[in-house]
């Protein structure tokens, strides 16, 4: 949820060489000055990364709100509701497929013009700039529910000793409101040495904007009208957003509590979400990941659905990825 104190183009002494761990070893690697290095690669301040978190948590609830009016006034036809799901699809492809399997695992290997696009769509989402989302994501498979894990319903200071439901309140959206850190130099130094890649995250700001106004300026241009707009931005837009968001977050919450652990000896609580597959493109198979976080596919069996799965495999054939990672299964494993 971070803004992104960043410059653009990214200077050429932001380059990390490799083996830097943290911004102090950085700083002193790159012979540039401690501050100015420390305000590049260190995240926002806590007090505005939480006002900013309340604004992304609560504003999509809003939209949610506007939306029932919408419908119960019958505003709501075949434009509205087909515009919410392309803008779902796509964004949450972006999320899943781009932010999760491609660029926090690095599951597959794909072209610059693709690697563009999944930057682009999952920024859309407006779950925080890609290096942030990456690094977070990389701390959670680092700790998973021990102590570092960012998100974890079993471990962190916030829910300590709480019950069931403050426990799921912090490892959904909670965790967000934390002044927690979570260094980039050392999560992601591969995606800090990315110039086209360090600039979409410092672009972040314009990227998520156009997630929320861009449906409604193409209903708004289809239609010749103001309510065409209003209602893009709420359907494609708000709505969609609380919709990605919520799914995103379920993963995190219910997906470490709730369901069932074919790959029992996980060495964490992740579980599979069936009745969350096909909204969250098969991230829910979560404990299916856990046990295999570098493959591309989350689906050990033909009835357990992945949609992202299914683009991967897509667009493998098409030519347009290669290197893909897939789980080695023992033949007892994966059942459930
Ligand atoms: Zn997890
Ligand atoms: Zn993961």
């Known amino acids: 949820m971070a803004p992104v104190i960043c410059s653009d183009p990214m200077p050429p002494e932001l380059d990390p060489p ?9 700083s002193a690697a790159l012979g540039g000055s401690a501050a100015g290095v420390a305000r590049l690669l260190s995240p926002t301040p806590a007090r505005r990364q939480r006002r900013l978190a309340i604004l992304v948590i609560v504003l999509p609830l809003l939209g949610v709100a506007a939306g029932v009016v919408t419908l119960v006034q019958g505003w709501v036809g075949a434009a509205e509701s087909g515009l919410f799901l392309l803008a779902y699809v796509a964004v949450s492809l972006g999320v899943e497929l781009g932010f999760h399997r491609f660029f926090s695992h690095r599951s597959f290997r794909a072209g610059r013009r693709l690697t563009l696009l999944l930057a682009i769509l999952g920024s859309m989402a407006g779950q925080g700039p890609l290096l942030f989302w990456v690094a977070i994501h990389r701390r959670h498979h680092a700790y998973s529910d021990r102590a570092g894990d960012p998100h974890s319903p079993h471990w962190s200071a916030a829910a300590a000793g709480g019950g069931v439901l403050r426990r799921w309140w912090h490892a959904h959206a909670g965790w967000m409101l934390d002044a927690e850190t979570t260094g980039l130099t050392r999560y992601v130094p591969d995606l800090l040495r990315d110039r086209m890649l360090f600039r979409i995250h410092c672009q972040y700001p314009f990227w998520a904007l156009a997630g929320l106004f861009l449906p409604g300026l193409l209903l708004g241009a289809a239609t ?47 579980r599979n979400l069936a009745w969350l ?14 046990a295999f976080p570098a493959s591309a596919r989350n689906d050990h069996h033909w009835w357990q659905l992945d949609p ?22 023992k033949p007892d494993r994966g059942t459930a």
């Open 224 to 270: 010749r009208s103001w309510s065409g707009f209003g209602l893009g931005l709420l359907w494609g837009g708000l709505i969609r957003k609380a919709a990605t968001d919520h799914t995103t977050w379920a993963v995190n919450s219910l997906g470490h509590m709730v369901g069932k652990r074919p790959h029992a000896d996980a060495r964490d609580h992740s």
């Open 277 to 290: 597959a096909l909204p969250s493109l098969g991230g829910s198979w979560h404990n299916n990941h856990h």
């Open 308 to 329: 992202a799965g299914w683009v991967v495999g897509m667009l493998e054939r098409l030519g347009w990825i290669d290197r893909v990672h897939r789980p080695v299964l």
């Open 18 to 26: 490799p083996g830097v761990r943290d911004n102090a070893s950085a």
